[in-house]
């Protein structure tokens, strides 16, 4: 049996390294998530910001696509900066996640907006 390239090894060991850096900053996101309160938002750069990880909104955006079904995390209290709910692929997604925040009283603007100045999480400590 041959032994696999050198240089294939080493990126085997780099994606696997990245790929646990990845989930180590998922499960980061994942705890400041759970703590946001029924009928509050956050946005994603918030929620970055929270877990020490400033300027890094994308990645708790690959987080949340990343997130197993049988996670108990409320996806849907997290929107983008100017308090829009995100458009995904399949469109579905939007309108669940609308439906949510209707659910817990978040208030949406005439063009669907989530009223941040109204229900913005402010998180302490």
């Known amino acids: 049996m041959s032994r696999p390239a050198a240089g ?8 696997a390294a990245a790929n646990s850096a990845a989930l180590a ?8 998530i759970a703590r946001i309160p029924r009928g509050r938002v956050a946005t994603y750069g918030q929620i970055a910001a929270l877990a020490g990880l400033p300027r890094h909104a994308r990645h ?3 987080a949340l696509r990343a997130l197993p079904d049988d996670r108990a995390i409320p996806w849907h209290r997290v929107v983008s900066a100017g308090g829009t709910i995100p458009d ?3 469109g579905i997604a939007r309108q669940i996640q609308r439906e949510l925040l209707c659910r817990e009283g978040v208030p949406l603007d005439a063009k669907g ?12 400590g």
């Open 8 to 15: 294939a090894v080493a990126g085997a060991v780099a994606g």
């Open 60 to 62: 708790v955006g690959a």
């Open 25 to 32: 900053r998922a499960e980061l996101f994942y705890a400041v």
């Open 88 to 90: 995904r692929d399949d």
């Open 113 to 124: 907006r989530v009223v941040l100045d109204e229900c913005g999480w402010r998180a302490r």
